[in-house]
C-alpha cells in the first residue's frame, strides 16, 4: 500500500487548520453577527462559546482523524464497524462537499471586488446596493469568477497534502495576518473610529437575547469549520509528534483574533461615516464597505485604494484557505473509498461543486424565482441544509460519540501522544464531561432554535 500523506512540520499544521477556520466567516459573518447582536455583549458569549464548546469538539475530531489516519467516512466505519455511527462520516463529506458549493459563489464575489478595488472601479459606484444587486444577479459575470476561485481551489487540492495544502497555507496564513494588522491601523487612525471602538467594547447587555447567545453559538461553530469533516480530515494527515490540545488551542485563538480583529477594521471604518448602520447585515462587506471606502477616503483616493485593495485580498485568501478544507474531505473520501487517483477525485469533486455552484450563483438572478426547495432558493437552500442542519446534527453526534462511545484508551492515548505528554486527569474527564453532557444540550438548543424558523 503506499505511505498516505502527512504535513510535515507542526507550524504547516497549525497554518492549515487556523486556514480552514479563519475564513468568511469570521471577516463577513462575525461582523455582522455583532452588529446585529449588542456589539460587546455578543463577543463575550462567543469567546465563552469557543471555549466550552468549541474547543472540546475541535479536540474530538481531532482525536477521530489521527487515531484512524483515514478519511471522516471510512474514520467512523473503522472506529464503530457496522454501526450507525458511520451514517456521521459520509454526513461530514456531504457537508462540506454541500458547503463548498455555494461557498465559491461568494468567494467569486470577494474576487470580483478584489479585481474592482485594484483597477480603481470601487470608487466610481454611486450606488453600491444597486451595483451589487446587479453585479450578482447578472449570469455571466458571477459565473467566472466563481469557475476562477474553484480553480484555484482545485490545482492547491491536486497537487496534494503537503504541496498543496500546507505549502499554500503557509504562504497565504502569514500574508493574512499581516494584512489584518495593517488594516486595523488603518482603521483606528479614521476620524470617528472610537464610536465604533465604544461599539465593540463596551457590551449592551439589553441586547443580548437567548437568540442572540444561540446565535453566538453557531457562529462559533461555523468558524472553527466545526461538526464536519473538514478538521478530522486534516488531523488524519497530523504528525504523531503534533500536541491535539496545544494545536487546537492555536487555531482557536488565532480564528477569534482574526474575527475580533475583523470587528476592529470594520466598525471604526463604518461609524466614520454617518448614515451607514452598523447591523446593515450579510451586505456589510458588499454594499456598506465599498460605500464607507469612498466616502471615507474621498480626498485621499489613494488611501482608498490601498484600503480596499488589501481588504478583499484578505477575503479571499481567508475564502481560499477554507475552502481548501472544504474541498480536501469529500476528495481524500473518494481517494480512498474507490481507490481512484487524487487526479480523478479532484476532478469529481470540482465538477459536483462547480455544476451545483452555477444553480447557486444563478439564484440570484434568473432563478431567483425558484423556490422550489422547501420554499428557498438553490442558494439559500444549500446554506440552510448544511449550516442550519447538518452542521449541528453533526456536532451533537459527534460529542456523544466521542464522550460515550470512544474507549477512554484512545482518548488519552491521542492526548498525551501515547503517554509522551504530561495533561492532567482532571482536564481529561473535564473533557469527557462537557462532551457527555454539556455539547449535546448546547447544540441541541441551536438545533430546535433553528427547526423553529422552519416552522
Ligand atoms: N470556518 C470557515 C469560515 O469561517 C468556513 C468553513 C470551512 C466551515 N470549513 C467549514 C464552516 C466546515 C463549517 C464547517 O468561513
Redesign the pocket.
Known sequence: MKKRANFNSKLGIVLASAG???????VW?FPTEVGTGGGAAFILVYVLCVVVLGLPLMVSEFIIGRHTHKNTADAYRQLAPRSGWILQGYLGVF??WF?LCY?GVVAGWTMKYLVEALVGGLGNITDSAAYFTSFSGAVWEPLIYMLVVMLMCHIVIYRGVQAGIERSSKLMMPMLLLIIAMLVVFSFSMPGSREGLRFLLYPDFSKLTSSVVLSAMGQA????????G?LCTYASYFTDDAKLIKTAGSVALI?TIVAIMSGFIIFPAVFSVEAVAPDAGPGLVFITLPHVFKIAFGGLPLLGWFFSVMFYLLLLL??LT?MF??HEPPTAFLIEHFNISRRSATAVVTLVCVAVGVLCSLSFGVLADFKGLFGLTFFDFFDFVS?KIF?PVGGIIISIFVGWRLDREIIVAQLTNHGSLRVPSWLISAFVFLLRWIIPLAVGGIFIKELGLIG
Open positions: 480552514s477556520a479563519v475564513g468568511l466567516g469570521n459573518r457537508t462540506a458547503i461557498y461553530f461555523f468558524s472553527l469549520s466545526l461538526a464536519m473538514c480564528d481567508a475564502a477554507s478544507s472544504l449550516a452542521l
